[in-house]
């Protein structure tokens, strides 16, 4: 099993950015796709970007395409998120999921995902 553990978040004004990370352990990141899920408050865990195990596939909800950016380095066990053009409603806690294949695929569902972090809040307020 893995362990993940986020780090990043923060108070930022709205257009501003932030970059979130998520350190994994206890197995090889390679072998996990790997996402980023968000919920906010009232509202259920939102799917916001995932990453296939090699990084060669990607996927975003629609809200945050062309300004969230995903990506890792499997040789730090790392995945990042890379937030830009942030708005107020990107207010939440987000949270980190690993999955273990085989496959080159992104899974965007959260109950595909066994494995999660404690999360890191993001508040965008000016």
């Known amino acids: 099993q893995v362990q993940l553990a986020e780090s990043g978040g923060g108070l930022v004004q709205p257009g501003g950015s932030l970059r979130l990370s998520c350190a994994a352990s206890g197995r090889a990141a390679s072998s996990y796709a790997m996402a980023w899920f968000r919920q906010a408050p009232g509202k259920g865990r939102e799917f916001v970007a995932g990453i296939s195990r090699i990084g060669s596939s990607t996927f975003y909800e629609d809200s945050v395409k062309g300004r969230f950016t995903i990506s890792r380095d499997n040789a730090k066990n790392t995945l990042y998120l890379q937030m830009n053009s942030l708005k107020p409603e990107d207010t939440a806690v987000y949270v980190c999921?690993?999955?273990?294949?085989?496959?080159?695929?992104?899974?965007?569902?959260?109950?595909?995902?066994?494995?999660w972090g404690q999360g890191t809040q993001v508040t965008v307020s000016s």
């Open positions: 999921a690993a999955r273990f294949t085989y496959a080159n695929r992104v899974p965007t569902t959260e109950d595909e995902y066994p494995s």
